[in-house]
Structures are given as C-alpha cells and as structure tokens.
C-alpha cells in the first residue's frame, strides 16, 4: 500500500501561510499607524487575528517580522536581473524611475523607514538587510553595468561596484533626508550625469 | 550713576556654559554606550553632574540635546564654504576625504546614527536636521560647483543642485547600509566619476 498524503495537511499548509501574510500584512498597517518603538507583537497578533505564541514560533523579533514583511512576496533578490534592452540610458532610467515609485508608495514608507532605522540600533539586522535584499541588488546593477560595458557604452576602466552608488546613493539620500522630493524627473537626471561620468572616453 | 554689571554675572555664565559643554558631551557618551531608544535625560544628568530640571530648562526633549551635541561648536552651517584653490578635483577630493573621516569617527558615529534613525520616528526633528544642518551644507556645494562653472571647469547647463548628490549620497548610502568600507580611495574615486558626469560637453 503506498502512502497518500494525509487528508489534512494541505488545508493546515493553507491556513499556515493565510496566518502568516495577515501577520505580515498587521505588522506593516501597524508600524505605520505607530512606529517601529510603539510597535509590539502583542498588537500584530490581535492586528492579525492570531495568538502570539504563533508569531514567536516563526520570527525572533518584531524587527523580523517587518524584514519579512518588506521584501516582496516570492521574490529572491540574489536572481534579480535589470532589463537589458541594449540600451543602458533607458534601461537605468525605468529601474531608477521604479525605485522612485516604491520609495514614493505610501503604504511601504513607514516600515522601510523604521527598519533603515532600526539598523542604527541593531547592526545585526543591518547586516542581513545589507546581505540578504541590498548588496544581491547592487549586484545585479554590476551585471548590467558589466553588460554595458561590453557593448562599449560604458568605460571599460570604470569601477562598477563604485560606479552604481552614483545612481543608487542619490535615490537613498533624497528619501532618507527629505531635502527635496523624488520624481522622475530626478531620477532621469541622476542616470545622465552617472552615465557621463563612466562614458567611455574618446581619444 | 552709571549702572555696573551684576558682578556675579560673568561666573554665572561661566558655569552655564561648563553646564552645557558637560550635558553635551554626557549624551554623546551616553548614547554611545546605551542607544538612542535606551538614552534618558535622567542618565545624562547623572553623568553631567546637574539636576534634570537644568536639561529641561534648556532643551525639550533627548533628540533636541543630541541634535545640538551633534553640530560642531559655534558652526553657523549656513556659513560655510568649501575650499576654492582653483581645482575643483583637488578641493572635493579634501572636501570628500574629511567627510569620510567625519563619517569613520568612532566617538560620533553612534550619536550621528542614532539621530538619522531618530528622524524616522520623529519628521520634525527630521525637517530641523535637514533645514538647519544638511541643507546649508549642500548650498555650499552649489557655491563652489558654480565658481567651477563659471571657470569653464563644469557644463554650463548641469543642474548643480542635483550633481552635488552624486558627491554626497554614495558616501551617505555606503554609510548608511554599511555594505564595503568607506575609504579616501572611495571618495576619490566618486570625485572623478561625478566631475567627469558634469564635465563641460567638447563639441
């Protein structure tokens, strides 16, 4: 006799993961509502519906709970790729303008906020945000920038690694201190004058 | 008869001033030591060696305290000026390497973290960092780029007041999100590649 699946599991696996997206969807409505410091797990399990001790067995920290909640949903940021449409100008100007737009979505600025901020408190979970969801990302501007640089777009002398902070490091730094606000039409710019300043150079 | 100042006056004022200087650096230490969420007007009282009322009478909260613990003594922000020798390259390449070594100073680094954190719970201190320290210091930067300008040394029609985000926010991001270290080769590297992005255009 083989051995079917017991009759039960796929509607306990159904009701584990309806637990966890109304845990993570609770802890982004409420660190919106009242910040990261006012935030307890307390509130995102009645927020959720859900007994506490189901949070615990899942997360360590609420700060995880957040981390989880911030990185979309299925996606591995180590296989993320950039459009590569053969040209470099209108293919940073889309990713940049699609940062601007997430950074600008109000239902992600409060929890990204209070992460980022949490990082000064916690460089552990600094160090995973930077390791698991920022560098797999700037890693794939490298490949493009790599892929550019092949197609004679972009100097082949220019230090990619260091190259792309002069399009993301804008972005962060405008959102991060609110000097002035984040459109389009910035991002536009920033890809121009990062773009000439790795140009290959014409004899 | 001339009035004579109160002869305590100048001892009085005195003592004021060794108060603050005492409370200032007591929350520098503090929140080294302790955090921002942990630090208490009560723990820098203690260390400073004065009542909590004093604190209260002179700032309204730990962030205030912090804030001003943060800006350099008697730095009007909105007085400075960045070098001018001639050589743009050379006086962002000095202008860029002190900030990297501003921003690997262990005694203001967890005080310095701490208040970017801060501004996530807190928009209006966020707004006075930004107003009264940050955004003086980038008007500092447009003055020196348009001397740069006029000298022929910069393309007339950049938008200075976004190229100078291309000097300052991959300093900031690498700060920030701690991804490779923040070095005076980084800073001279993202000197040439931003000075080249804005470079006069040779027809």
Redesign the interface.
């Given at each position: 006799m083989t051995d079917a699946p017991a009759p039960k599991a796929p509607d306990a696996s159904r009701r584990s993961e309806r637990s966890r997206r109304a845990i993570l969807d609770a802890a982004l409505e409420l660190v919106g509502e009242t910040?990261?410091?006012k935030l307890t797990i307390e509130a995102i399990a009645a927020r959720a519906g859900v007994g506490k001790q189901t949070i615990y067995r899942w997360w360590p920290s609420k700060a995880a709970v957040l981390f989880e909640a911030c990185v979309p949903e299925g996606l591995d940021p180590a296989s993320i790729e950039l459009p590569d449409t053969g040209d470099i100008t209108a293919d940073l100007k889309t990713v940049l303008r699609a940062t601007v737009d997430d950074l600008n979505d109000q239902r992600l600025d409060a929890p990204t906020?209070?992460l980022?901020?949490?990082?000064?408190?916690d460089?552990e979970l600094?160090?995973a945000?930077?390791e698991k969801v920022?560098?797999p990302q700037?890693q794939a501007y490298v490949r493009r920038l790599r892929a550019a640089q092949e197609a004679g777009q972009v100097d082949p002398d220019?230090?990619l690694?260091?190259?792309l902070?002069?399009l993301?490091?804008?972005?962060?730094?405008?959102w991060?201190?609110?000097?002035?606000p984040l459109t389009h039409a910035?991002a536009d710019?920033?890809v121009d004058?990062?773009?000439?300043?790795?140009?290959p150079r014409h004899p």
């Open positions: 910040g990261f410091a906020r209070a980022t901020a949490e990082t000064a408190n460089p600094g160090r945000l930077t920022l560098e700037l220019a230090d690694r260091i190259a902070e002069l993301v490091g804008p972005l962060f730094h405008r991060q201190t609110r000097t002035l910035y710019t920033v004058l990062a773009l000439r300043g790795m140009a």
